[in-house]
């Protein structure tokens, strides 16, 4: 945090072939080793396949997609007392934004035996029509703030 002023966010350019920064957001965080241009190339494949799977846009199948991993609620932990306790916060829409972003590219990288367009675009499949490994986390982390509802007292 920074001692002098609030710091500004910076604008972040739109994607080439779709004009989204949602797209863009997600093409710098599956980049590896600063090569962009690879990342664009798997990404926009991965939607193409996808799209072809589900007969419909490729845009379309990304934004169901994230819609429906991003989460609601999240857990955050607060020490009170002497004790931490997981606190149920809702989920600043940047915040789920990322989260979402985070959770299909890892859940992609960890398949293991095919490209990665193809796990890419399986994932993309999974999670449009709510299934697949980052719906499960998105789940889980619902469970967890419903399961410490009782301590949302606590929160700030």
Do not use: C
Not at 14 to 37: E, H, P, R, V, W
Not at 141 to 155: D, G, L, S, V
């Amino acid at each position: 945090m920074p001692r002098k002023g609030h710091l500004k966010k910076r604008v972040l350019l739109s994607d080439t072939k779709y004009g989204s920064q949602a797209i863009s957001k997600f093409i710098n965080s599956l980049m590896t080793g600063g090569k962009k241009s690879v990342a664009e190339k798997v990404m926009y494949t991965a939607l193409d396949l996808a799209a072809e799977r589900v007969n419909t846009e490729p845009f379309e199948v990304f934004k169901k997609a994230m819609d429906n991993v991003k989460p609601l609620v999240e857990v955050r932990p607060r020490r009170v007392g002497g004790a931490t306790y997981q606190i149920p916060v809702e989920v600043v829409p940047e915040r789920a934004q990322l989260l979402a972003i985070r959770w299909i590219i890892n859940y992609s990288r960890s398949k293991k035996g095919m490209p990665m367009a193809e796990r890419l675009a399986r994932e993309f499949v999974d999670a449009y029509k709510g299934e697949g490994s980052s719906i499960k986390k998105r789940e889980d982390t619902h469970k967890m703030a419903e399961a410490n509802r009782a301590f949302a007292h606590y929160r700030l």
